[in-house]
């Protein structure tokens, strides 16, 4: 069965594309890379591939495209098809990495196609292959391109294969794809549901890491509900975890959600106390730009204590920072930038 060996070096070499492709779903990373000549060079293999219906030539094509991913180490290990492989087998890899190239390169469109098309030649991949590699990618590219619906249907069939499996871990964390998904539709109602769901499938693991994560899912949910209390509660057990973990970078994250939900509480004192300690951290971990919304944040309550000097100096920094960056959004957020712009 050629094309279940060759699916394993495939999952082997990007194992962890679950956990890329949803916490790019959940943190709103994006990868907008201009169009270099690698790209219009995986744009010409992809386009002559889908155009190629002989069998025998479209192998040629694809170990083509392999070796030129090999030659610019995009694969750490050469794949070659031999001349016996099965024909889906061979469209099935080609298909899931030039979605893969698509999703990095933000180009989610193209990711959705080829997607699909693996999607419809998967027959004897395993369930953990096809809810890992496939459905969480689709998932992720329906998301990006604002196709709500059809992103939690993607990410259904992924947690249909995981449930089907017992995995509670996997369960735990495409159940919170799906509720990211209706959270960032303004459905934050259908979100609870499902973040409640993911959150009681962790317990039954020993994932301290994918629980800080659910938390704070969680956290932002009941923030848009306007649950303030709930919202504080999630985000302060989330960040309980990030400190017994001991990653900084992580920790500077989940302060900053405690902040604001502190602030949503009116609890101005403890929210300075909490961003205090989260700006040098954020500045050693190279988050520039949270430092910077920080900085806003802490000129704001400032500013409403009276405490003018203070806030000016804190607004300052900020608005200086994003002006460096371009960063209109934030500039316009900065309350008193223009006394310092000017």
């Not at 298909?95 to 080829?114: L, N, P, R």
């Not at 004897?124 to 998301?143: E, T």
């Not at 101005?268 to 520039?288: C, I, Q």
Request: with cysteine.
């Amino acid at each position: 069965m050629y094309l279940c060996t060759q699916f394993e070096k495939l999952s082997k070499v990007k194992g962890k594309i679950r956990h890329i492709v949803l916490m790019f779903l959940l943190t709103g990373v994006v990868s907008m890379l201009a169009q270099t000549d690698q790209d219009a060079q995986l744009d010409s293999y992809a386009a002559k591939y889908i155009r190629t219906p002989d069998a025998k030539a479209r192998l040629k094509i694809a170990n083509e495209f392999f070796a030129f991913l090999h030659s610019i180490d995009y694969i750490d290990e050469p794949i070659v098809f031999p001349d016996s492989a099965y024909i889906d087998s061979v469209d099935l890899n080609v298909y899931y990495y030039i979605a893969e190239w698509y999703y990095v390169a933000g180009a989610y469109a193209s990711t959705a196609d080829y997607c699909t098309r693996a999607t419809h030649c998967m027959g004897i991949v395993d369930d953990m292959s096809k809810s890992d590699v496939f459905y969480s990618l689709l998932g992720a590219a329906y998301f990006r391109l604002s196709e709500f619906d059809k992103a939690v249907e993607a990410l259904n069939e992924s947690y249909l294969l995981d449930k089907k499996s017992g995995d509670f871990d996997r369960m735990s964390s495409t159940l919170n794809g799906i509720a990211s998904v209706f959270s960032a539709a303004g459905k934050p109602e259908e979100a609870e549901k499902y973040i409640l769901e993911s959150i009681a499938a962790n317990s039954l693991t020993d994932n301290l890491s994918r629980r800080a994560v659910l938390l704070g899912t969680a956290s932002e949910i009941y923030r848009s509900l306007e649950r303030k209390k709930e919202s504080l509660d999630y985000a302060q057990q989330a960040l309980n975890i990030e400190r017994q973990l001991g990653d900084s970078t992580r920790i500077s994250g989940r302060l900053l959600q405690v902040a604001n939900a502190q602030l949503g509480l009116a609890k101005t004192e403890d929210a300075k106390h909490t961003l205090l300690e989260a700006m040098p951290m954020l500045l050693a971990g190279g988050n520039s730009h949270s430092w910077g919304i920080c900085q806003n944040q802490m000129g704001d309550i400032l500013a409403e204590e009276g405490k003018e000097t203070e806030a000016a100096e804190y607004y300052r920094r900020a608005a200086m920072f994003f002006l460096q960056q371009g960063d209109k959004y934030n500039i316009m957020n900065c309350t008193r930038a223009k006394a310092y712009t000017a």
